[in-house]
């Protein structure tokens, strides 16, 4: 009788350390949280110009905050030095990812937007995702079925877009013909959601590691659609649904797959279903889906290595883990010669 209750003392001697240290662990979590958050909300919010009627003359970075549904809205703006004002240049918008903002993806070192930018002579825009923050990090977009307090908000990212692209076009001599969108993840499917709803106004999208989870859609007329996707994505999954890393599943989505996805965009703008392969290696496969209405055209880039990353970028410092980015093809040069070549925008 001694030996069965010493043993059932020692057990509830490890079961009450193991609840303190479950206790602690919260208590621990919850503290850093609350100090995390409080530093968030103490950043300050980004210098920006509301002066939305000068034209924009000569070549730089400008930042500019806009008055969207009650909420202060804010976008970078990289003119080239090319650019003279004397004629019709292509615009590019560029959406960061889920939880990051508009610093990170114009951060050269990660994504090379600007130099690219440079080198093309193209406009590119970084507007900045729905933040709780004063300071618009920790960002989302709302992209249909996701994501964070975009989507838990209802945000009218279709809306703020369209008041961006009402400035840049009174600001600076673009090309309408040659209006542009890609994004990273959650950017990606801020992307397809533009393809959806403002197909008017955008020729032709890229999406990176991010595919269609829109809940309408409705597209006016066909559109250019370039994918590029890792197979081994741990995060938005290559064959559907989101990666075990996601840990508050509310601010996510059971991911479409890259297959349905494309699957949608080839049916919708007519395609031939059956693709030719314009690249293969041990390391990356491109597809090519013609035959479309209008001249459009559906590409796949599907690498074997690189996670959940922008090809031939770096991964920011907030977002390292998983596979580093693949080096088998640069996401922004494959980009450009994908709207270079395509027919309906020469």
């Not at 920790?138 to 989507?151: D, I, Q, R, V, Y």
């Not at 840049?168 to 959650?186: E, R, V, Y």
Request: hydrophobic share 35%.
């Amino acid at each position: 009788m001694k030996k069965r209750n010493s043993m059932f003392l020692w057990i509830y001697i490890i079961f009450s350390i193991l609840i303190l240290c479950t206790c602690a662990r919260g208590y621990i979590r919850s503290n850093l949280k609350e100090k995390f958050q409080k530093k968030m909300k103490e950043l300050p919010a980004p210098n920006s110009s509301t002066d939305l009627m000068s034209p924009i003359t000569i070549p730089g970075d400008y930042v500019f905050s806009l008055n969207h549904k009650d909420q202060i809205r804010y976008y970078k703006i990289h003119v080239p030095k090319s650019y003279t004002g004397d004629k019709l240049v292509p615009l590019l918008f560029v959406f960061h990812g889920g939880g990051g903002d508009m610093d990170i993806q114009s951060n050269e070192e990660y994504y090379h937007q600007i130099s690219k930018s440079e080198e093309i002579g193209h406009v590119v825009v970084f507007p900045n995702g729905y933040s709780v923050y004063q300071s618009g990090k920790l960002a989302t977009w709302n992209a249909g079925n996701c994501c964070g307090e975009a989507k838990k908000n209802n945000s009218d990212d279709i809306g703020f877009v369209k008041a961006i692209l009402v400035h840049i076009k009174q600001s600076l001599k673009i090309d309408p013909k040659k209006i542009f969108s890609t994004g990273m993840s959650n950017g990606a499917m801020m992307s397809y959601q533009l393809a959806c709803s403002m197909t008017d106004q955008f020729s032709a999208i890229t999406a990176v590691a991010g595919t269609d989870n829109t809940v309408a859609c409705r597209p006016t007329k066909p559109i250019s659609i370039f994918h590029i996707h890792a197979k081994n994505d741990d995060k938005v999954l290559f064959y559907g649904g989101a990666g075990s890393s996601f840990t508050d599943r509310t601010l996510i989505t059971d991911f479409v797959s890259v297959p349905k996805t494309i699957s949608k965009w080839v049916e919708f703008n007519g395609c031939n279903p059956k693709p030719n392969i314009v690249l293969q290696t041990d390391e990356v496969k491109c597809e090519e889906y013609s035959e479309c209405k209008d001249g459009v055209k559906v590409k796949l880039c599907i690498t074997e290595d690189g996670g959940h990353s922008w090809p031939g970028g770096k991964k920011p410092s907030l977002l390292l883990g998983g596979r580093p980015p693949t080096k088998a093809l640069i996401a922004n040069d494959v980009m450009w010669d994908f709207f270079n070549l395509n027919k309906q925008f020469r």
